[in-house]
């Protein structure tokens, strides 16, 4: 009786121990258990990864899910995984496809019959984009938007005349990840703005925006002339002289704000603010003017002719179907009523006493002109202002000698030589800009009865100390090189 009791009594204790020890192995959870040899009721995925293409996943315990990255464009309605799991099964057949396009569950089955679910994602593996581009650049305020040139990478705007563009906000638009500076931020456009889109895979482009006013144009109607180009001009700027137009048989008169010649255009006053037009008014060149053929028979010369008591004259370009170059050998001199003469830019030479003995205080040369002749504007009392063209290499004898009205004189860079008296007796010359680097051949008594001039030369030239350049010769009582 006593050895049944002791036998009852083991195995007591041993069904204790049995229990104790099958209590343990449940409430502790394994990192990994190979799945020959599972636990009652371990239930994990240890592993999930693909061969083709390569791909681990990644297992989140805590969560219980599973995500997968593949390489962009794999086909992820059919892939095949592997899966390492412990327990007892799990609801997949090794080595079949599976269609991954949406998350697919995985359920473990342990030992003990319970069961854990994974959620499985896979996702495409994106290659960062290299996009970097402004789309849209615009001041919504001023309804205006851009040119966006994608070749260049420049960006122009025009803004109505009178706009502050040392402050202007933009809405820009883009591709890419960032834009420095951002849109929506008050910029100075009174200078090129630089704006730089970083793109997602970290490469960068630049803009440059220019932000420009809008320019008022002004048209020339040369009412059957020669075409004038149009000008662009600053709001509230000056227009420039135009070239003058050529129409056969007609000399040109001036610029007109109204077809109707009611007013005139003023270059040196009148301002623009607003898109216009101005038109030509001609005058029959015929009248009076004298015309010779020279340079066999190619070119006309022209003479006052029976016109010499005008008030107003017109030399045309053209006149029958040949080019207007040079005014003759006293073409105009003593022309006592003569206060305005139009010279167009065909004409190159001014014969020798041509406007001697005028009365008109200041006269236009075009750039055209190469050659002007001895006495061309001698005792023109009254001119107190002529400029010189550039093309001119030489000032001849008494080319201007007794225009006692003269105040300022510039000799251009090109003159080579001035002759003899050229300046004399222009009592009222009081400034003299003399721009060749060295000192023009001078002939004799080149500003005779002249003294107390100023002298402008080049800057840092030391050429100029010869006759009658010194101060001591009383010509010039200061000289400043400052050209």
Known sequence: MKSIFYFLRSVSVFLCFFTLFHLISCSVQPESVNSSTPS???????????????????????????????????????????????????????????????????????????????????????????????????????????????????????????????????????????????SGISQNFSVPVTYTVTAEDSSSQHYIVYVFEERPVVSFNSCGGSSIPSQTITNGGKLSYPSIPVKNGFGFGRWYKEVSYQNLWDFDNDTVDRDIELFAKWYDASDGLLYDLIENDTEYEVKKGTAGNQTDIRIPNYWKGKPVTSIGDCGFDSCSSLTNIIIPDSVTNIGSEAFSGNSFSSISLPDSITDIGSFAFMLCENLNSITIPEKVTVINELTFGGCSSLTTITIPAGITSIETEAFSTCTSLHTVNMKPLNPPSMGSKVFDLISGCTLHIPSGSPNYNIYPFRQEDGIFNTIIDDL
Do not use: M, R, W
């Open 40 to 182: 009652g009721c371990s239930k994990e995925i240890t592993a999930f990864y693909f061969t083709s293409p390569a791909a681990i996943g990644t297992v989140n315990e805590s969560t219980h899910t599973i995500t997968v990255t593949v390489p962009e464009g794999t086909d992820v309605t059919s892939l095949i995984p592997t899966i390492v799991y412990t327990g007892l099964s799990i609801n997949y057949n090794p080595g079949t496809s599976q269609n991954f396009t949406n998350p697919v569950i995985y359920t473990v089955t342990a030992e003990d019959k319970s069961t854990q679910g994974y959620v499985v994602t896979v996702t495409e593996y994106s290659t960062p984009s290299s996009e970097k581009s402004i789309t849209l650049f615009e001041f919504s305020f001023l309804s205006i938007t851009g040119h966006i040139d994608t070749i260049n990478h420049t960006i122009e705007v025009d803004v109505p005349g009178g706009t502050d563009i040392s402050s202007l906000t933009p809405t820009v638009n883009h591709t890419g990840i960032s834009l420095n500076p951002a």
